[in-house]
């Protein structure tokens, strides 16, 4: 693989992987963007989708619609607070979730949605199928997030394509594995750093994801760090147009480590911050590894059951 460098600084810099290209797999580019694609996901973990549907419009449309949540009293938040649920669906409250246990709990706000298309009926009692909560005083919010949902579902199942191509799996691989899935979608809401807080408060401790991808929009307040290939806490700046993709720990078990979980951490500044992470996930049932007798569901379920606070055991 070529090594990515920014010339400018001399440093290693993220891959940056044009979405049209790599999908439409027959222009003339398209050699030379699976393999930046190709070095992304074995060596760095993380990429920069260029030229994704999420545009301009659509990216304005979805920070508007969760900021008007973050902006609503405690009482009208804590209607939907899913402390009140056996599950993750609606508002946490700030530290209703710690992703490392050397770390005190994140002092970020959070709203959590899961699928809202009709599942299979094995699935439809099982904790993390859960209907979504909604708040009833913003009656074009669960329009607009159930639409974004759907099209970060759509790529996310190119992104599996060029998955599919890079590890030369069978076409179609990974479809039938995502028919229900069990992916989320979120809103952070970082408040501005109070002063007080010590180095063990992040506002997302040093993680990997859990899942299988992660398909990440940030706002113009930079906040994102992750571990380079050089083992260096790089922070990650992009563009306008530019959309993050990472891959998480389901994803490096199955395909037998060719696809690296990178660790990342949010620490926080003087500005509040949002950022709407998509965490794409296969369906229940869906076997990661035979070796491990790794499950998709269950592995998924004992995780989120050690991060939010309010369903551990």
């Known amino acids: 693989f070529k090594i990515y460098y920014d010339f400018n600084n001399m440093q290693l810099t993220i891959p940056k992987v044009d979405y049209k290209i790599i999908s439409n797999q027959v222009d003339a580019s398209f050699n030379a963007e699976l393999e930046k694609f190709n070095?992304?996901?074995?060596?760095?973990g993380?990429?920069?989708l260029q030229n994704t549907p999420i545009d301009k419009k659509v990216k304005n449309n979805i920070f508007k619609t969760y900021k008007a949540f973050f902006d609503l009293p405690f009482e009208e938040k804590n209607k939907v607070n899913m402390d009140l649920t056996s599950s993750n669906r609606g508002w946490g409250a700030p530290k209703g979730e710690q992703v490392n246990p050397d770390?005190?709990?994140?002092?970020?706000?959070?709203?959590?949605?899961?699928?809202?298309?009709?599942?299979?009926?094995?699935?439809?009692?099982?904790?993390?199928?859960?209907k979504n909560l909604w708040p009833?005083?913003?009656?074009?919010?669960?329009?607009?997030?159930?639409?974004?949902?759907?099209?970060?579902?759509q790529i996310g199942m190119h992104v599996l394509s060029f998955i599919e191509r890079s590890l030369d799996l069978?076409?179609?691989?990974?479809?039938?594995?995502?028919?229900?899935?069990?992916?989320?979608?979120r809103c952070n809401y970082y408040p501005p750093r109070r002063s007080s807080l010590s180095n063990k408060d992040?506002?997302?401790?040093?993680?990997?994801?859990?899942?299988?991808?992660?398909?990440?929009?940030?706002?113009?307040?930079?906040?994102?760090?992750i571990k380079n290939p050089s083992n260096e806490w790089e922070l990650v700046t992009p563009k306008e147009g530019e959309v993050i993709v990472?891959?998480?720990?389901?994803?490096?078990?199955?395909?037998?480590?060719?696809?690296?979980?990178?660790?990342?951490?949010?620490?926080?500044?003087?500005?509040?911050?949002?950022?709407?992470?998509?965490?794409?996930?296969?369906?229940?049932?869906?076997?990661?590894?035979?070796?491990?007798?790794?499950?998709?569901?269950?592995?998924?379920?004992k995780k989120y059951d050690t991060t939010y606070i309010h369903k551990k055991i």
């Open 202 to 225: 992040y506002g997302i401790a040093p993680h990997t994801d859990y899942g299988c991808l992660t398909i990440l929009l940030t706002d113009n307040n930079p906040g994102l760090e």
């Open 103 to 130: 770390y005190n709990p994140d002092y970020k706000e959070i709203f959590d949605t899961g699928p809202h298309q009709k599942v299979k009926d094995e699935f439809r009692d099982l904790t993390y199928y859960a």
């Open 136 to 153: 009833e005083q913003l009656p074009l919010f669960e329009n607009t997030v159930n639409n974004y949902y759907d099209l970060c579902t």
């Open 39 to 44: 070095y992304a996901i074995s060596h760095y």
């Open 46 to 48: 993380f990429l920069l």
């Open 246 to 301: 990472n891959f998480g720990d389901m994803l490096e078990f199955w395909s037998k480590k060719k696809i690296k979980a990178t660790p990342h951490r949010v620490f926080g500044n003087n500005k509040e911050r949002l950022s709407i992470p998509f965490f794409f996930n296969p369906q229940y049932d869906t076997i990661i590894s035979k070796k491990d007798k790794i499950i998709a569901g269950e592995y998924l379920s």
């Open 170 to 185: 069978s076409e179609n691989f990974f479809r039938d594995k995502f028919e229900n899935p069990m992916s989320l979608l």
